[in-house]
Each structure stands twice: as structure tokens, then as C-alpha cells.
Antibody
């Protein structure tokens, strides 16, 4: 059974960089069949797609976050990484990593989610 | 970006009711639409993918329909465990977008 676990600082200061990792167990992060998303959810609000990393190595980011976000994979540690720079209070949210189920002609829907981790931005 | 609009935002219903939630896309997304259920403090869970395909393990009272720009999630007979927030998401575009959510609450 695939399991995803997010980890990282729960508090980040404004203007600094938010860094999270997602440890994947029960499956290989570098499998050619696996693709990954990061999603966030501000307290009391809806879901926001942050970006995707595909098994080909391609990454796509939300246009509203593209200038500040980087998603990468460390296959030796079976971990995904999310970095979001120059954070403000508006970046306070629960951050989820997730696996995509993808066919040939689509960009994939989420079939596995991590439990999420709350990151607050405050001085 | 493709905009996804759900209606209603809140729905009050009773156990046993038939419930429908609508999701509209700002442009055609073929059938590349998923529905998720989220309970408070929990990660979302996929119910329906490709507009009408039931995810393994999801009760058959959940169904999805539609294509192009208009989609519907139906719960045929609402159960106590179905009170939750539901989101649609399009994955036709690399920039995947969610609807704003529909909260199903106790009437």
C-alpha cells in the first residue's frame, strides 16, 4: 500500500523559503508509472493545485506560483521536494503531496494523498 | 487557466436524499474530470475519475456524468458518512484546477 508523508517546518518567516519533503513508501518514487502533485489548502478554504512532476522529469507549475516554486525528486531518498520562496501570510496552508493516476491523453487525477502538513507564515 | 465552477456552494440534505452537485468548466475538458470528497481535518479522497468511472472501493451510490463543460456528481441515497465537502478537478490541462467546493450539510 502506497503511503505518502509530508514533513518540514510548521512555521516559516515572511520572505523566507518554505521547504517540504514528501517521503514515499510502499512504492518507488522513480517508477516510470508514477507522477506527483503538490496541493495546498488555506485554513477554511478550498484546494489549490501547486504543481506536478511527471516520471519523464517534466514539471508544471500553477501560473500564480510559477515564479516562486520548485518541485523536485531525490530518488536516493525516495522523497519529493517542494520549495516556495518569498512566502507571505497568504501562503499559510495545509500542504499535501499526492500521486497521480495518469493515462496517455490526460494530466492525471490524484489517487493517493499524504495526510498533509500545516505551514504557517508568521514573524 | 480553465475555471471550474461548482454549484451549489452549500447543500442541506437529509439521510436518504438524492443529492446532485454540478461542476461547469470554462472550456471543454472532454471527460477529464475527477470528484473528491473531503472530511474535516482529512485529506481528500477520490470518488470518480474520467467523469463517470467509480474509483475502486467507492460505494455505488456515488455516480458521475457529463462531458465537455458540464458535469454532475450524484449521491443516490445520502448516508450519514457522506456529509462532507466535495470538489471537482479538471485534468485536461497541465494547469489543473479545482472547483471551489460544495459542502453537504445536515438539513
Amino acid at each position: 500500500q502506497l503511503q505518502l508523508q509530508e514533513s518540514g517546518p510548521g512555521l516559516v518567516k515572511p520572505s523566507e523559503t518554505l521547504s517540504l519533503t514528501c517521503t514515499v513508501s510502499g512504492g518507488s518514487v522513480r517508477s516510470s508509472s508514477y507522477h506527483w502533485d503538490w496541493i495546498r489548502q488555506p485554513p477554511g478554504k478550498g484546494l489549490e493545485w501547486i504543481g506536478s512532476l511527471y516520471s519523464t522529469g517534466s514539471t508544471f507549475y500553477s501560473p500564480s506560483l510559477e515564479s516562486r516554486v520548485t518541485i523536485s525528486v531525490d530518488t536516493s531518498k525516495s522523497q519529493l521536494s517542494l520549495k516556495l520562496s518569498s512566502v507571505t501570510a497568504a501562503d499559510t496552508a495545509v500542504y499535501y503531496c499526492a500521486r497521480l493516476a495518469k493515462g496517455t491523453y490526460d494530466y492525471g487525477y490524484i489517487d493517493y494523498w499524504g495526510q498533509g502538513t500545516l505551514v504557517s507564515v508568521s514573524s | 487557466d480553465i475555471q471550474m465552477t461548482q454549484s451549489p456552494s452549500t447543500l442541506s440534505a437529509s439521510v436518504g436524499d438524492r443529492v446532485t452537485i454540478t461542476c461547469r468548466a470554462s472550456q471543454s475538458i472532454s471527460s477529464w474530470l475527477a470528484w473528491y470528497q473531503q472530511k474535516p481535518g482529512k485529506a481528500p479522497k477520490v470518488l470518480i475519475y474520467k467523469a463517470s468511472s467509480l474509483e475502486t472501493g467507492v460505494p455505488s451510490r456515488f455516480s458521475g456524468s457529463g462531458s465537455g463543460t458540464e458535469f454532475i456528481l450524484t449521491i443516490s441515497s445520502l448516508q450519514p458518512e457522506d456529509f462532507a465537502t466535495y470538489y471537482c478537478q479538471q485534468y485536461d490541462s497541465y494547469s489543473k484546477t479545482f472547483g471551489q467546493g460544495t459542502k453537504v450539510e445536515v438539513k
